[in-house]
C-alpha cells in the first residue's frame, strides 16, 4: 500500500543540532497557499484578519513560553510568514519543538489547523546573510507579486 505513496524530502540537515545557539530564517506556510492572514492594502502595509491577528499574537508569545528564543525580526504575509529566530543558549528545545509548539497553539486559537506540514528553515551562518535575509524580511510585502509564495 505504501508503495504509491510519495517519498517525502528530508528538508533538514541530519545530525545537526537544531536546539544550539543560532539564527535560523524560518518560513511557515498556509495549507495549500490560502490568502488566510491578510490582506495586502497598500506596499508596505497588510490589513490583518482575524486569523492573521492570531498568528502575530503567538509569534510575540513565543519568547514569553521559551526565554531562550528571540523573534529578531518576523512578517506574516497572506499565505505565509517569515521569522529569524535566535537561539540565545542551548537548552533542550530545538527549533522544531518551538515551531510545532506555536503551530499547534494558532491552530487552537483558531479552531481548525490553517498549515502546511512541517515549515522551512534556513541555518544563518553569518553577518552577511543575516543582513541580506532581514532585509528579505523587511521588504516581503514591497516584493509580495514577485514572491515565489504568491
Same mark, same amino acid.
Request: hydrophobic letters at 35%; glycine letters at 2%.
Given at each position: 500500500? #505504501?508503495?504509491? %505513496?510519495?517519498?517525502? *524530502?528530508?528538508?533538514? $540537515?541530519?545530525?545537526?543540532?537544531?536546539?544550539?545557539? =543560532?539564527?535560523?530564517?524560518?518560513?511557515?506556510?498556509?495549507?495549500?497557499?490560502?490568502? %488566510?492572514? @491578510? #490582506? +495586502?492594502? *497598500?506596499?508596505?502595509?497588510?490589513?490583518?484578519?482575524?486569523? @492573521? !491577528?492570531? /498568528?502575530?499574537?503567538?509569534?510575540?508569545?513565543?519568547?514569553?513560553?521559551?526565554?531562550?528564543? $528571540?523573534?529578531?525580526?518576523? +512578517?506574516?504575509?497572506? =499565505?505565509?510568514?517569515?521569522?529569524?529566530?535566535? +537561539?540565545?543558549? #542551548?537548552?533542550? /528545545?530545538?527549533?522544531?519543538? +518551538?515551531? !510545532?509548539?506555536?503551530?499547534?497553539?494558532?491552530?487552537?486559537?483558531?479552531?481548525?489547523?490553517?498549515?502546511? !506540514?512541517?515549515?522551512?528553515?534556513?541555518?544563518?551562518?553569518?553577518?552577511?546573510?543575516?543582513?541580506?535575509?532581514?532585509?528579505?524580511? #523587511?521588504?516581503?510585502?514591497? =516584493?509580495?507579486?514577485?514572491? !515565489?509564495?504568491?
Amino acid at each position: 500500500m #505504501r508503495e504509491n %505513496l510519495p517519498v517525502r *524530502k528530508r528538508i533538514r $540537515i541530519r545530525n545537526y543540532d537544531y536546539s544550539k545557539e =543560532n539564527v535560523y530564517f524560518i518560513t511557515i506556510c498556509i495549507k495549500d497557499r490560502l490568502e %488566510l492572514l @491578510g #490582506r +495586502i492594502r *497598500k506596499e508596505n502595509y497588510i490589513e490583518l484578519t482575524p486569523e @492573521g !491577528k492570531i /498568528v502575530k499574537h503567538n509569534i510575540k508569545k513565543i519568547e514569553e513560553i521559551y526565554d531562550n528564543a $528571540i523573534i529578531d525580526e518576523y +512578517i506574516i504575509m497572506p =499565505n505565509h510568514i517569515h521569522m529569524l529566530l535566535e +537561539i540565545k543558549y #542551548r537548552k533542550d /528545545v530545538s527549533i522544531s519543538k +518551538i515551531i !510545532k509548539h506555536y503551530k499547534t497553539n494558532v491552530s487552537k486559537e483558531v479552531t481548525y489547523s490553517i498549515w502546511q !506540514k512541517s515549515f522551512y528553515e534556513h541555518i544563518v551562518r553569518n553577518e552577511k546573510e543575516y543582513l541580506k535575509i532581514k532585509e528579505y524580511v #523587511r521588504n516581503n510585502i514591497i =516584493n509580495w507579486k514577485n514572491d !515565489k509564495y504568491f
